[in-house]
């Protein structure tokens, strides 16, 4: 079973705070992303990597950094935390560049930035 | 541009009726992909099936089945005599192309509580 996992499931962060999410999945998949998820929005795309130190802009991206040192991990940063970037983030991986390929999702990290 | 509606916010029904939940999309691209994923309150979003746009045929699998309509830009899916077990946050979504990153286009999503 392909296996997607994020370092925390709760986080509370004081604003200004530098943040790290991890995510981590053992299925060898070039392809990465990492997704918020607010009410009545649905997941919209921070980032997303389809290789290994190679990243590209998703729909929101602004405040909001990524790094691929390797293949299985994938981090999202957030450089000085706001308290509107409360929010569930979701890390997700896929296979290949087909478009065919679905997407397996991690448990989510519910971060709250007070 | 790309978008994917899904109307109902949420839906609240008994246990063992049935429940259809709506997707509306919008892309000018003839190649695409949709998907539906269910969101238990665990949290992990699980992957319930994809189409492409060249297979309009119906599908089935157990108690649910999703009706595809190109011409109403419609990807509907359908629970049969649900079960509490049910009960979720149900994601449409919305792939274009073939080639390159894998972009996805999210719904809003329809919570969906089945009640004893």
């Known amino acids: 079973d392909v296996k997607v996992t994020q370092s925390s499931r709760y986080l509370v962060k004081r604003t200004g705070e530098k943040v790290f999410l991890e995510c981590v999945q053992d299925m060898d998949h070039e392809n990465m992303f990492w997704y918020r998820q607010d009410p009545g929005l649905g997941l919209r795309l921070i980032y997303f990597?389809?290789?290994?130190?190679?990243?590209e802009k998703g729909d929101i991206p602004e405040g909001y950094s990524v790094s691929r040192e390797k293949k299985e991990r994938f981090s999202l940063i957030l450089e000085s935390a706001s308290t509107n970037q409360t929010s569930m983030y979701l890390c997700?991986?896929?296979?290949?560049?087909?478009?065919?390929?679905?997407?397996?999702f991690g448990p989510g990290t519910r971060l709250t930035v007070t | 541009a790309q978008k994917v509606t899904q109307a109902q916010t949420e839906i609240s029904v008994v246990e063992k009726e049935d429940v259809t939940l709506d997707c509306v999309y919008e892309t000018r691209d003839t190649t695409y992909y949709l998907f539906w994923y269910k969101q238990p309150p665990s949290g992990e979003l699980v992957f319930l099936i994809r189409?492409?746009?060249?297979?309009?045929q119906n599908e089935i699998s157990g108690r649910y089945s999703w009706n595809f309509q190109k011409s109403t830009s419609s990807f509907n899916f359908t629970i049969t005599a649900s079960q509490v077990v049910d009960s979720a946050v149900y994601f449409c979504?919305?792939?274009?192309?073939?080639?390159?990153?894998?972009?996805?286009?999210f719904g809003q999503g329809t919570r969906l509580t089945i009640n004893p």
């Open positions: 990597s389809y290789d290994v130190k190679m990243k």
């Open positions: 189409r492409n746009s060249f297979d309009e």
């Open positions: 979504a919305l792939r274009v192309g073939i080639q390159g990153a894998q972009k996805l286009v």
């Open positions: 997700a991986s896929s296979s290949g560049t087909g478009g065919w390929n679905e997407q397996y």
